[in-house]
T-cell receptor, first 108, second 116 residues
């Protein structure tokens, strides 16, 4: 069993829809990261959080430490949001342990 | 401030050859991480380095793989006697350290290694 679980694995949406991607982890962490991998393969770090909630533009990330769960929300989704979204956790050593990713496709 | 640089972007090697992948971290970043993404699989940690020091190499295969981050110059991931199973995308990331705590990791564009 992967220590970082994401759901759903695949997600399709119509432009404008509200998107939620979930991430669960099994043991205590020092931080949780959300990453975006573009169709061309490049990886962008979206958020790093250890508690509460962060917002950047149309993206919102939340984490519940007690429930060991995080969500990434995209408001007013757009075709350019189509990508693989990856949840990762870090412990004291700072290396990242990755989930398997959620492939999002947003259609016009 | 230039981002994390990796070169080459694409590398083709025949079985048995050596592959050298380079990573230049962002200016001011002293911590480098290497990750591997096998075809149709997720990212996996390989090694974590600071200047002249390997901090964690728990994800490195026991043989043929080595990494360094010298005092001057880029970090190098070296794969000796490559095999087809080494074909993958290799990503480097760097992070700053604030007050002894590492921050967000910034990823390079990756090197796509193909072993014929």
């Amino acid at each position: 069993k992967n220590e970082v679980e994401q759901s759903p694995q695949n997600l399709t949406a119509q432009e404008g829809e509200f998107i939620t991607i979930n991430c669960s982890y099994s043991v205590g962490i020092s931080a949780l990261h959300w990453l975006q991998q573009h169709p061309g393969g490049g990886i962008v770090s979206l958020f790093m959080l250890s508690s509460g909630k962060k917002k950047h533009g149309r993206l919102i990330a939340t984490i519940n430490i007690q429930e060991k769960h995080s969500s990434l929300h995209i408001t007013a989704s757009h075709p350019r949001d189509s990508a693989v979204y990856i949840c990762a956790v870090s412990y004291n050593t700072d290396k990242l342990i990755f989930g398997t990713g959620t492939r999002l496709q947003v259609f016009p | 401030n230039a981002g994390v640089m990796q070169n080459p972007r694409h590398l083709v090697r025949r079985r048995g050859q050596e592959a050298r992948l380079r990573c230049s971290p962002m200016k001011g970043h002293s911590h480098v991480y290497w990750y591997r993404q096998l075809p149709e699989e997720g990212l996996k940690f390989m090694v974590y380095l600071q200047k002249e020091n390997i901090i964690d190499e728990s994800g490195m295969p026991k043989e043929r793989f080595s990494a360094e981050f010298p005092k001057e110059g880029p970090s190098i991931l070296r794969i000796q006697q490559v095999v087809r199973g080494d074909s993958a995308a290799y990503f480097c990331a760097s992070s700053p350290v604030w007050g002894g705590v590492t921050d967000t990791q910034y990823f390079g564009p990756g090197t796509r290694l193909t072993v014929l």
